[in-house]
């Protein structure tokens, strides 16, 4: 499971950097956050709440479905969180 998410917050920070085209510190002064956690987050150091997501997207101009449609594509369609979970059909 921890290597999931870390496999995540990289995707993540592939999709962001590509998208920021000003400084850090100016992408995260427009939204209230602060720089070094925009850092973080760009270098797959930190696992971004949902709300942070969404800002982060209106900060860089593109729709919260459309971050996370590339984020999906980065990660290839057979990530799963689930993939170690035996189905509830299975007994």
């Known amino acids: 499971m921890q290597d999931r998410r870390q496999e995540l917050q ?3 920070a592939k999709v962001v950097k590509s ?3 000003k ?3 100016k992408s995260a002064d427009e939204i209230g956050m602060g720089k070094s ?3 973080d987050l760009e270098n797959g150091i930190k696992d ?3 709300s942070t997501l ?3 997207a209106e ?3 593109i729709k919260l479905h ?9 990660l290839g369609e057979n990530f799963s969180f689930l993939e170690d979970t035996p189905s509830k059909d299975k007994k």
Do not use: K, M
């Open 23 to 25: 400084s850090i510190t």
């Open 48 to 50: 971004p709440q949902f």
């Open 54 to 56: 969404w800002r982060i």
């Open 59 to 61: 900060g860089l101009d």
């Open 10 to 12: 990289i995707a993540i």
């Open 37 to 39: 956690i925009w850092a």
């Open 19 to 21: 998208h920021r085209t």
């Open 66 to 74: 459309d971050l996370v449609i590339e984020i999906e594509e980065e």
